[in-house]
């Protein structure tokens, strides 16, 4: 079996050997960060590889899975001549959630769980389904009471069980975290586990790509765990750092303004969140996380990288929904949140990419 590296504590340090099943740091009980430091190949070296994420193997913690269903790779359009969107909703599970999903399950067939357990509004308690089904693996997914019955129906289809839980996402997470503790079981956190944002930082790595090794003026992103942030501010550093990229993109992160814990922390100038944030109705229930462990590492990125963030309606969603639906995407209101903040020249003429992050036919 490769060698898996160890993780280790943003917080405190603390480490935990790469082959444990434990998912959260020992003392703090916080998430975890990959001891992990990768050189990307440069672009002339990724001609002929693999048609997926995997193609990215110099940043890949992980060799490629048997079980890969051809992930990433998704393509890249113009919505005005500024602002381009990458349609990841065009994955096999229909969201950027097989990116990070596929990378926890090709570990848990490393490690040989018992069972895998997941927590989630939809998206990614689906792709962890749809992976652990093409494993082999045992897997049952904690979902918080009011998920979109099309969701519910496709986490069923891959086999998985499914554990609805009364309340929101924070209940669900305790709900599934409990269950993290038994033996032998494989906690595939989306937020917890660093080896999933080892998975959604290629879509940086495809963006660079697409664009001939160069990335636009900004990158935005939707923010409620924050997994596609972190991990695109993992590619970034590693780009920069392998001088593949002369200059690194600012970073902007859109919440709803519904439950928008971050940008209330941002507009304080705070480094971590400030008072609590009650739990409220939104069409984009997937960053609808009113108290995201990542919360830090999220304030701390979208400085690191010159951005901000920026909050939308129900209502600007709609709108950018019905939009996009318009020139032929149809993609759910979680999805259209970026291009609902930026479309109206939030960003002053400078380029841009916006992610499509889950189908329309899911809400």
Not at 18 to 39: K, Y
Not at 198 to 212: A, F, P, R, S
Not at 334 to 352: E, M, P, Q, S, Y
Request: net charge neutral; aromatic share 6%.
């Amino acid at each position: 079996m490769t060698a898996l590296p160890d993780r280790f504590c943003p917080a405190d340090g603390a480490r935990v050997p790469g082959g444990s099943l434990e998912w959260a740091c020992p003392v703090c009980r916080g998430p975890l960060d990959l001891d992990f430091s990768p050189t990307p190949a440069p672009l002339a070296a990724l001609s002929g590889r693999v048609n997926s994420l995997w193609r990215y193997a110099e940043s890949l913690p992980l060799p490629a899975p048997a079980i890969s269903l051809g992930e990433g790779r998704t393509p890249l359009v113009e919505l005005t001549p500024e602002i381009s969107a990458k349609l990841d909703f065009l994955m096999p599970t229909l969201s950027f959630k097989d990116r990070g999903a596929v990378v926890l399950a090709a570990l848990a067939g490393h490690l040989g769980p018992d069972r895998v357990i997941a927590d989630s509004s939809g998206n990614a308690g689906t792709a962890v389904a749809a992976y652990c089904a093409r494993a082999g693996l045992p897997c049952t997914v904690y979902v918080p009471a009011g998920t979109p019955p099309r969701k519910l129906a496709q986490i069923g289809a891959h086999g998985a069980r499914l554990e609805v839980v009364d309340g929101g996402r924070e209940s669900t997470a305790r709900a599934a975290r409990a269950a993290a503790g038994t033996p032998g079981t494989f906690y595939a956190s989306h937020v917890h586990n660093p080896y999933f944002l080892q998975g959604t930082k290629t879509y940086v790595h495809e963006l660079w790509e697409d664009l001939g090794g160069r990335l636009p003026d900004a990158l935005v992103v939707p923010v409620g765990n924050g997994t596609l942030l972190l991990g695109a501010a993992l590619a970034v550093r590693e780009l920069h750092a392998a001088g593949l990229i002369a200059k690194a993109p600012a970073l902007y992160a859109v919440q709803a303004a519904a439950v928008a814990p971050l940008a209330e922390a941002w507009r304080a100038g705070a480094a971590d969140l400030v008072g609590e944030t009650p739990a409220a109705a939104t069409s984009a229930e997937g960053i609808a996380i009113p108290c995201p462990p990542r919360a830090r590492q999220i304030l701390a990125a979208v400085r690191e990288f010159r951005g901000s963030f920026l909050t939308v309606t129900d209502e600007q969603i709609a709108a950018a929904r019905r939009d996009l639906a318009a020139r032929g995407l149809y993609v759910e209101p979680t999805g259209v949140a970026c291009w609902a903040a930026v479309r109206d020249g939030a960003l002053d003429g400078r380029t841009a990419v916006v992610p499509l992050c889950g189908a329309g036919a899911k809400a």
